[in-house]
């Protein structure tokens, strides 16, 4: 039976799923021709990535960025980490969400996979410890390993995503991230946290890094970030340590950390509930 033209339909308007979100060209091109550089990074195998995403999508992932008033970020702040995370599926907002689902896709495990050599990744559903992270003036995190094995899936986590959606930054604001030797002697590298730069790092037990000093930004401006973690059923065969540990905080040379009660009870409180108390608190 024919429709008359009243009868027709119109096509949708595109979603969020059906654009094209990743560089599928792109990635291919790095995974093949950037696997020594990553292997050859120094302090650890690492990549930075300058205009990782076509400019579209980073722009309408910042458009929607959640303010630092939100209520749905919860609060680090002890003396080593002084930022904002969101990782609540339901409180990222759409469209980045959808970009946090294609990172965390097949398509994107290859290319980690073929850039990294590390086979068989696995992605987080939970984004435990990533998803949206946000740092205001005066914020940092103090130079650590992260935490090894995921909380609830006992996977090995063996690397880390960044991307960073700060526009206009400039050197003097700080925010650089930094990654340092074994011996936490020096930084060996000192990467700014650009618009739509990426870094892509292995993880170990001794795989230093952070932005250690206070944040220099002006007020009303923020360092602002995507981060995804990726994992595998187990890191023993690359002879990884498997005992499971949390963010090991390291001291530079000459600095010293202040233990506070607020710290002590958070490290003496379960991860769960920490995070319930934190959400109560902002009301």
Known sequence: ????????YSKPPASPASEELLPYARMNQIAETKAEEYAAGRPFPHIVIDDFFDPKVVERVLSEFPSKNDKNWETHDIPEEIKLQSKSERAIPLYTRQVLYAMNSYGFLQFLEKLTGIPKLLGDPEYEGGGLHQIVPGGKLAIHADFNRHMNYNLDRRLNVLVYLNKNW????????????????????????????????????????????????PPGMTRKSMALYYYTVSSAAAGEQTSRHTTLFQARPGEQFQSSAKQLARDLTPPALWRMISRARKG
């Open 1 to 8: 039976m024919s429709m008359s033209a009243s009868e027709t």
């Open 170 to 217: 400039k050197e003097e604001y700080g925010g650089h991230f930094e990654l340092w030797d074994t011996s936490m002697t020096k930084a060996e590298k000192k990467v700014l946290p650009l618009f739509n730069r990426m870094v892509i790092f292995t993880t170990t037990s001794e795989s230093y890094h952070g932005h250690p000093d206070p944040l220099a930004c």
